[in-house]
């Protein structure tokens, strides 16, 4: 048995006072191709993360914000679909992966990808060739972000890659070097990017990453990756294979329960039997990264086993998505549905265009669409992307209780309704007749990508294409960013039935209107209700000018369609003497390539030594005059050892060069 815990038995099981038959009651996978056993005395909510850093000591997967928004801490997973059964290979943010919900995995980290003894992977290798690392502290989600893509497409264009890195944050490489080492690897890249980042790569020694003189070490080369390029497959690099049942119930020592079931019926069995005691559902838990947990739950279901849940169907009438489809495969499946079914389901382009702009990839393969629906159930301020364009395309939902009963509904009575001890199974989205519908969604948001919407919003005409784009039924327009109650802009949409959309008349009358029923709240740090207003009204005038850009004036004509940001591309020259190589000749970084593999040790990769004392730097954020430091709250925290103020440091008290060197202890004139 190969298992890594600093034991080989594994931890008994508390005895749980729920039964069912043929489950396992212990979460395990792989890392690397090494099998470990979740030992049920963590907490319920320690994430994949945390159980990678501290339990399996693999420090190279790193974390920073820990709400999936930087890429820090991301790593590729493997698993069988629970509805297709298919292997899905994917990027996911650890740091918001319950690593209970690993039940079954196998996950690379960087060091799986490569590392100093077994030879580094090419990816390592061209992102340092490309000097596309500073500190390196980004580095290792990079390379994790960028072996996930090419893994599930390895025919990945230029545009896919730079598309793909909007939750990957670099402080201070900057992303040219990045995205340059990166798209080298696309099927349309420059073949001198490819060709100049190949030869630096050759360079280098595989083994050591240092550059190789030819005779220096002795050792033979060997192409790097050539041990790990086929990855790491479920179950088939280990002695001891992962279980095959998805069915888990877990006893924690804290008497809580983990509870995976593999049909909505176990679901409902579970409720039944746990009474009054607080339960949440996990999907892919990626909700409290934009809203934290406000308290810890008694019993934890989770949702990935459920094959129901997973699945999805198509006929000539609509699309049933099961309610935890994840925001990749619903994205994949639109996609596919408007080119293969364009009659029945074009606008369904725009509706996997709205999904590239949510989040950032490794959320959007672990996000789905009822965790993000009942995040906007229990937060009614959320700007949700998929209620919007759910609502815009009048689908439904089916929710399903303990009795056996299930009830479709539109989205804004699911919003009025109670979900205690229900579960949402389904989403049912119709079909439009290409001909005469018009379809257009719109989110203006801070940055172009992973960034939640200042406004969003979402029109769905039936129009008589033929006669002006005659609105021949009341439209679907609705808005997201105004104030919580606001959806339909229902004046607006009252206000253009029978009405010529392309006529200007049309457009200054339904302006009117709109500006009369929007009301944006105030609520910092939301921008201003004027601007949110006018974004508003600037959405509707642009979703007109696009429905017929023969009619549109050449001076208005590029308002109606979104501006198409071309791949971006940059140059950098060194001034360099070559007469007097190896002097001034420029070379990949020294650390480079242990930055990549994450090999490079920081600051909190070190294990604490007994007695270690933390510090915290407490600072003002304001110019004022101290009158007295209060250390009484402090003192109450437990493991309090004592704190140093100004009066403690001799000298004068200052760490910068000032123009002012003289410092009060009493007066704070920069923060
Ligand atoms: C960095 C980041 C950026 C984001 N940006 C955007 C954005 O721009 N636009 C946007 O719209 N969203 C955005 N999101 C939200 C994201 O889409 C949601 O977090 C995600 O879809 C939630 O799905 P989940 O499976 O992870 O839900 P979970 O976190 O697992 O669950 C969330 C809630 O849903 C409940 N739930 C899940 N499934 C069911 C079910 N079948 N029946 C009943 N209850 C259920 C759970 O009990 C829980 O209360 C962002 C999230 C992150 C982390
Ligand atoms: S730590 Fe930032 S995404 Fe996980
Ligand atoms: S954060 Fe990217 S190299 Fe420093």
């Known amino acids: 048995m190969n298992v890594l815990m600093g034991f080989e038995d594994p931890p008994s099981s508390p005895q749980s006072e729920y039964f ?27 994430s994949l993360n945390t159980f990678i850093r501290e339990n399996a000591h693999l420090k190279g997967t790193k974390f920073m914000c820990l709400e999936g928004g930087c890429g820090a801490c991301i790593v590729s997973v493997q698993f069988k679909h629970p509805s ?63 072996n996930s893509l090419l893994e599930s497409n390895p025919t990945l264009t230029m545009k896919d890659v730079e598309n793909s890195f909007g939750g990957n944050i670099c402080r201070c490489t900057g992303y040219r070097p990045i995205l340059d080492a990166f798209k080298s690897f696309a099927s349309d890249a420059p073949p001198e990017l490819t060709k100049k980042l190949a030869d630096i790569e050759d360079m280098m020694c595989p083994k050591s990453g240092k550059i190789c003189t030819g005779s220096s070490c002795g050792q033979k080369c060997g192409p790097a990756t050539e041990e ?60 409290p990264g934009v809203y934290r947990l406000d308290r810890d739950y008694e019993v934890l279901i989770d949702l990935n086993g459920i094959a129901e849940l997973h699945s999805t169907s198509v006929t000539d009438n609509g699309v049933v998505l099961g309610a935890n489809i994840s925001l990749t495969e619903a994205m994949a499946l639109f996609y596919k549905l408007a080119k293969d079914k364009p009659n029945q389901y074009s606008y369904m382009k725009v509706l996997g265009d709205h999904i590239d702009l949510i989040a950032n990839v490794p959320v959007r393969n672990a996000g789905t669409f009822g965790g993000n629906l009942s995040m906007k159930h229990q937060h009614e301020e959320f700007p949700s992307d998929i209620f919007l364009f759910l609502e815009m395309a009048g689908a439904t939902v089916v929710i399903a209780d303990s009795s056996g009963m299930q009830n479709e509904m539109g989205l804004l009575e699911y919003l009025a309704t109670d979900m205690n001890k229900k579960l949402m199974v389904k989403i049912n989205l119709p079909a439009y007749d290409d001909a005469s519908h018009v379809c257009r969604s719109f989110k203006i948001m801070p940055r172009a990508q992973n960034a939640h919407a200042y406004v969003n919003a979402g029109f769905l005409v039936k129009v008589d294409k033929k006669s002006g784009y005659k609105v021949l039924e009341k439209p679907r327009i609705i808005f997201g960013g105004i104030q919580p109650k606001f959806v339909h802009a229902s004046n607006s949409e009252d206000f253009l039935v029978g009405k010529k959309l392309t006529d200007e008349n049309t457009l200054k009358g339904v302006l009117n209107v709109l500006e009369k029923e929007l009301d944006p709240d105030y609520i910092l740090p939301d921008a201003s209700p004027e601007y949110r207003r006018g974004l508003a009204l600037s959405l509707l005038y642009k979703f007109v000018l696009s429905v017929d850009p023969s009619k549109v004036s050449d001076k208005n004509k590029s308002g109606g369609p979104l501006m198409q940001r071309p791949v971006s591309s940059g140059k950098q020259d060194f001034d360099t003497d070559r007469n007097i190589w190896p002097l001034n000749k420029p070379i990949p970084k020294i650390e480079a390539l242990i930055q990549c593999s994450g090999e490079a040790e920081y600051c909190n990769d070190i294990p604490s030594f007994p007695g270690q004392l933390w510090a915290q730097i407490a ?14 709250e402090a003192k109450k925290v437990p493991g309090f050892w004592g704190y140093y103020t100004a009066k403690d440091i001799p000298g004068v008290n200052s760490f910068i060069q000032s123009p002012n060197p003289e410092r009060h202890e009493k007066v704070i004139k920069y923060y």
């Open 619 to 632: 600072v003002t954020d304001r110019l004022a005059t101290v009158s007295k430091i209060d250390f009484s």
């Open 20 to 46: 069912w038959e043929t489950v396992e009651t212990m979460v395990q996978f792989n890392i690397n191709g090494k099998k470990y056993i979740v030992p049920n005395s963590l907490p319920a909510d320690t």
């Open 228 to 287: 790990i390029d086929g990855g790491w497959t479920v179950c088939n690099n280990l002695d001891d294979p992962l279980p095959n049942s998805n069915n888990l119930l877990v006893t924690l020592q804290d008497g809580l329960i983990w509870r995976k079931p593999t049909s909505v019926k176990e679901v409902f069995e579970l409720l039944d039997q746990i009474g009054d005691k607080s339960y949440r559902m996990v999907a892919g838990n990626t909700g």
């Open 84 to 146: 297709t059964g298919q292997i899905v290979n994917q990027s996911v943010n650890s740091c918001l992966v319950p690593v209970f919900t690993c039940h079954g995995w196998s996950v690379t980290t960087v060091e799986g990808l490569g590392n100093k003894a077994h030879g580094y992977h090419k990816i390592q290798q061209r992102l340092a060739a490309a000097s596309g690392t500073q500190c390196g502290y980004c580095s290792p989600g990079m390379v994790m972000n960028m």
